[in-house]
């Protein structure tokens, strides 16, 4: 059973920039297809940003410009490199293998002066 952990999460101002981490761990070969999701207080859950088994990636409009995806494979780590932070990119993180319902824990992000 494959499990993901985030981490690089923390408290920003406005035009930041943090860098956020995905560790599988447990019994995995290699890493599929994986996404990047948040959710603020009182909203739902919103795609972020996604990239494929060989590198291919889509965004959000609302991030697209300003955050990039990536992944390395051989440390079965995928990362969110995200610049230029807004408050309203306030939420909190999680990355996911979609196709087999697998989430991690979440990593908070504040955006505040």
């Known amino acids: 059973q494959a499990h993901l952990v985030e981490s690089g999460g923390g408290l920003v101002q406005p035009g930041g920039s943090l860098r956020l981490s995905c560790a599988a761990t447990?019994?995995?070969?290699?890493?599929?297809?994986m996404g990047w999701y948040r959710q603020a207080p009182e909203k739902q859950r919103e795609f972020v940003a996604r990239?494929?088994?060989?590198?291919?990636?889509i965004y959000a409009d609302s991030v697209k410009g300003r955050f990039t995806i990536s992944r390395d494979n051989a440390k079965k780590m995928v990362y969110l490199q995200m610049n230029e932070l807004k408050s309203e990119d306030t939420a909190v993180y999680y990355c996911?293998?979609?196709?087999?319902?697998?989430w991690g824990q979440g990593t908070q992000v504040t955006v505040s002066s």
């Open positions: 990239i494929s088994r060989y590198g291919s990636t």
């Open positions: 447990g019994v995995v070969f290699n890493i599929p297809a």
């Open positions: 996911a293998i979609e196709a087999q319902g697998i």
